[in-house]
């Protein structure tokens, strides 16, 4: 067993060994299985520091577990649709709300991420408010803590005054996009803060795209 296990309640540690069973079956070939145990456990780990509620912990970790998973096999491949991370702060706010337009325009053509190098308990209600009523729903949202794993897998990483935060890898292309400013505040400043965000969004994808 995973020495991280001692971590974790009895009940969430069967889930967890239950989780990496299933990704070291996925991965086979690519990742080892020890590898998998290890990010599982790690994910698990990573976001207890910040869950306000731990009911569904171990599943949400699983989620995790397996982006990261899909990030390191793709650093190994390097094929597949382009890779696209937003680093914020907490990932509460202006990370979330961009990854979450990227994600719509882009489909399958893209994998798009958000992180936080000091991620918070929960994404900013105002910014799922915001999405919303956009018609984009993010019930499973979550603020992520930033990962090697996924800055190597990147081949675009958008940072939100966080740039000096982030390690950069050959081959990716780094951009600031400022300070990652709350999505908290009055209705025509938050509809001019995602105006402002969806503007750059949609020229970063038109870039990819060419």
Known sequence: MNDRADEA??????????????????????????????????SYTALSRTARVRTHLAALAGHFAGDRLAALAHSQSRQGPPQVLFVGRHDTGRAQIAAALLAHYAGDAAVVRSAGTAPGAAVDPQALRILAARGLELGQAYPKPL?????????????????????VYPGAEHQDWGADRTVSGNPEDLEALVVEVDEKVRALWGAIRR
């Open 9 to 42: 309640q009895p009940l969430d540690v069967r889930v967890l060994e239950r989780t990496a069973e299933r990704l070291a079956v996925r991965y086979a070939g690519v990742l080892s299985p020890e590898v998998v145990e290890r990010v599982v456990f790690e």
């Open 147 to 167: 990962t090697d794993d996924v800055v190597r897998a990147a081949d675009h990483v958008i940072t939100f005054g966080t740039a000096d935060a982030v390690p």
